[in-house]
Each structure stands twice: as structure tokens, then as C-alpha cells.
């Protein structure tokens, strides 16, 4: 989903917003405004209604960005890093690097969220009865009534054990460290996931087309969108499995072509680069130690009138922002190094000295020769 608009930041978190919201405050709006407020609070004037409706829409959207905050403000505090929080038409997403630690913090990532929603949902349903008891009636307790059903029936829902929601991650924190295997728990939470969406379509698509229930046309579209979801993450885990039989020294690029760190970029682009058609190369000092990176698109930025007098290693990565690893490591583990460091390349190092280089083709090389059988990997240097 792509991020149409950003609010701003809460606690550094940066926080964006799909146009696809305005679409659910809408709906939301609407409903409430023609259906649920006048039943529950007769006899008032249409613009109550109207204005009650759409506060309590965006209200909602808030106890949405409450329950996805939650869970990215303790994945940082969990040593993950937060890219940021977009809010959309089907609730919101945080975006996190890296995975959990351990079957505890995953844990603790995915049950903080129902956990804030609960409690929300109980804070407006405490509101509302303290209200009513005072005497006060009317729209107000109408609207601070269905925010705290709506934020428990969120918690309640999100705590189902399939994935992509969140009791999705805790059943996969509990099948994790009951087998001691966490890819194998994400395919297990995956399937889960699928067999709860197809379960939602099926049963939505009968209402509809059966009993003519159309308001469970929502839920068809929740149920194929967890299939989906379900899908490419029960994918992506059996693409770490692979990756974790395989050694970082059957993909990389051994030996790879290095560049001296003394050389200017015009030398570089004129009389080297010809000769050599890679995309990244590793840059060397004067006694030979491998400092830093550098890439095609790096020199190319480097203005025409100032190539002559620009030496490589001052346009080059430096060596402490690019991904490294060892011969003998899972490529699974390196996999988070490669795709967090600038310029997308690990160099590989045996016993402190350069041994090879991946790039992002080389795993893509190595899954596809994965899938045909058994046999040497290629490594595919770009």
C-alpha cells in the first residue's frame, strides 16, 4: 500500500496516511449518522447527527493509530527499527526491520496492540456508563458506546491465531519456541492464516448471495485480504528456511574486482570501468585493506568538472555502512545485514581479509538453482 500523505511524527515515528482512509471515515460516517445514531438516540437534529458521526470516525482512526504505535513503540524498545506506521483502508501497518529476538519479544511486539485496544475500548464504555448514570443522554453516550464495542470487538478479532494479525505473530511466537524453529512456526502461521480467510469469504459470500446480508461484503474483502497476506508471508518464510541451508560462500562472488582508493573517478569511469562491468566494487587503501565500497551510481554523481580531482575513496560507502559476513554463515543471517546497509552488497571476510561479495541477484540466483536440485550455486556478480 503506498503512503499518500504523513502526519507527522509521534516519538519520532513517522506516521502516514493512505487516501483510502478518507474512504473508510466516509463509510464509517455515513452509517453512523443515518443507522446507529438515530436508533440508539432518537429525536435529534440531523447536523448532531451528521457532526457526531464523523467525530467518531476519526476517532476511531485515532484508537487505530493508538493500537499500531503500540506495537512500534515496543518493537523499538525490542532492538527493532521502526521505518514508520501507515494507516489504510483496512486498519493500519508498522513497518519494521529486522525480526524479533527471540519467541518473548515477538510476544511482546504482537500483544501490546490488542492489549491498547481492549483498554480503550473499556475507557469509552466506562465514559459512556459514568455519563449515562449522571443523567447525561443522547448522542454523545451513543458515540462513546460504539467506540468502546468497536475497539474490543478490534481487540477481540486481532487476537484470532492467524496470521497477518497479531494472533497470528503470538501463535507464532508459541509454535517458535515450542519447536525452537521460527520459520517453521511463520509457514504453520501462515497456513492458519489462509484457512481463516477462506473460512471469512466463504461464509460472507453465502450471506450475500444467499440470505442477501450485504453488509458481509466487508468481511469478504477482510478474508481475501488475509489470504494474501497469509500467502506472501508463508512464502517468505519458507524462502528464509531455504536460505538457512545454504552457506554465504556458495552465492558470493569470490575473489572480487577492487579498486584502489588513491584512483580518481575519471580514471575510474574511463579506463576501469570498461574493462569490468560491475555495479559495486570494493575499494582498497594503499596496504591493501578493504575501506569501503563503491558503486556506479555513486560516481556518477560526482559533477563531470570534478571527476579528475575526486578520488574514489571519498565518494566510496564507508566500510562501517556496508553489510559484511562469513564464509560459513547462513545466508538467513545475513539476509537482515544485506538488506538494512547502504548500497544493498555484504562483503564477505575470512579471518580479516576480503573473500567475496553478494548482491541481491546472488540469492535470487541461488533460490532459483535451490528449486531445481542439488548441484553447485553460480554466483551471479552484478
Known amino acids: 500500500?503506498?503512503?499518500?500523505?504523513?502526519?507527522?511524527?509521534?516519538?519520532?515515528?513517522?506516521?502516514?496516511?493512505?487516501?483510502?482512509?478518507?474512504?473508510?471515515?466516509?463509510?464509517?460516517?455515513?452509517?453512523?449518522?443515518?443507522?446507529?445514531?438515530?436508533?440508539?438516540?432518537?429525536?435529534?437534529?440531523?447536523?448532531e447527527y451528521v457532526v457526531a458521526a464523523v467525530l467518531t470516525a476519526v476517532a476511531f482512526v485515532g484508537s487505530l493509530l493508538a493500537h499500531e504505535l503500540a506495537h512500534s513503540l515496543v518493537a523499538r524498545r525490542n532492538g527493532l527499527k521502526v521505518e514508520g506506521i501507515t494507516l489504510w483502508l483496512l486498519g493500519g501497518v508498522s513497518r519494521l526491520q529486522g525480526e524479533a529476538a527471540d519467541p518473548g519479544a515477538e510476544i511482546r511486539i504482537a500483544g501490546v496492540g490488542p492489549l491498547v485496544s481492549l483498554?480503550?475500548?473499556?475507557?469509552?464504555?466506562?465514559?459512556?456508563?459514568?455519563?449515562?448514570?449522571?443523567?447525561?443522554?443522547?448522542?454523545?453516550v451513543a458515540a462513546l458506546a460504539w467506540l468502546g464495542g468497536i475497539n474490543i470487538i478490534l481487540a477481540v478479532?486481532?487476537?484470532i491465531p492467524a496470521a497477518p494479525l497479531d494472533g497470528g505473530r503470538l501463535l507464532r511466537a508459541v509454535l517458535w519456541r515450542i519447536t525452537g524453529d521460527k520459520f517453521k512456526a511463520a509457514v504453520w502461521s501462515a497456513r492458519a492464516?489462509?484457512?481463516?480467510?477462506?473460512?471469512?469469504?466463504?461464509?460472507?459470500?453465502?450471506?450475500?448471495?444467499?440470505r442477501r446480508q450485504y453488509n458481509w461484503l466487508w468481511f469478504a474483502l477482510v478474508g481475501w485480504f488475509l489470504i494474501s497476506a497469509?500467502?506472501?508471508?508463508g512464502q517468505q518464510a519458507m524462502v528464509q528456511s531455504r536460505l538457512r541451508t545454504i552457506p554465504v560462500r556458495e552465492i558470493m562472488t569470490p575473489h572480487p574486482v577492487t579498486v584502489p582508493g588513491s584512483a580518481t573517478?575519471?580514471?575510474?569511469?574511463?579506463?576501469?570501468?570498461?574493462?569490468?562491468?560491475?555495479?559495486?566494487?570494493?575499494?582498497?587503501?594503499?596496504?591493501?585493506?578493504?575501506?569501503?565500497?563503491?558503486?556506479?551510481?555513486?560516481?556518477?554523481?560526482?559533477?563531470?568538472?570534478?571527476?579528475g580531482q575526486t578520488m574514489l575513496r571519498n565518494v566510496a560507502c564507508p566500510l562501517s555502512?556496508?553489510?559484511?559476513?562469513?564464509?560459513?554463515?547462513?545466508?538467513?543471517?545475513?539476509?537482515?545485514?544485506?538488506?538494512?546497509?547502504?548500497?544493498?552488497?555484504a562483503l564477505v571476510f575470512a579471518d580479516g581479509h576480503l573473500a567475496g561479495i553478494v548482491a541481491p541477484s546472488d540469492i535470487s540466483h541461488a533460490l532459483e538453482r535451490f528449486s531445481r536440485g542439488p548441484g553447485p550455486f553460480a554466483p551471479a556478480r552484478t
Open 265 to 307: 573517478v575519471a580514471w575510474f569511469l574511463d579506463d576501469y570501468l570498461p574493462w569490468h562491468r560491475h555495479a559495486a566494487f570494493p575499494v582498497e587503501a594503499e596496504d591493501g585493506q578493504t575501506v569501503g565500497l563503491v558503486t556506479v551510481h555513486r560516481v556518477n554523481q560526482v559533477p563531470a568538472a570534478e571527476r
Open 157 to 159: 478479532f486481532n487476537v
Open 193 to 210: 492464516g489462509q484457512v481463516f480467510g477462506w473460512a471469512l469469504v466463504v461464509v460472507s459470500a453465502y450471506l450475500v448471495l444467499v
Open 321 to 345: 555502512d556496508v553489510a559484511s559476513a562469513t564464509p560459513d554463515e547462513p545466508v538467513a543471517d545475513m539476509l537482515p545485514r544485506l538488506n538494512e546497509a547502504s548500497e544493498n552488497r
Open 119 to 140: 483498554i480503550l475500548g473499556g475507557v469509552f464504555w466506562l465514559v459512556a456508563w459514568l455519563l449515562h448514570i449522571a443523567g447525561v443522554h443522547g448522542v454523545v
Open 1 to 47: 500500500m503506498g503512503q499518500s500523505f504523513s502526519l507527522g511524527r509521534i516519538a519520532g515515528i513517522r506516521i502516514g496516511v493512505n487516501w483510502s482512509v478518507l474512504l473508510i471515515v466516509a463509510l464509517l460516517a455515513y452509517g453512523l449518522a443515518v443507522g446507529e445514531f438515530p436508533a440508539a438516540a432518537p429525536r435529534h437534529p440531523v447536523a
Open 230 to 233: 497469509a500467502t506472501a508471508e
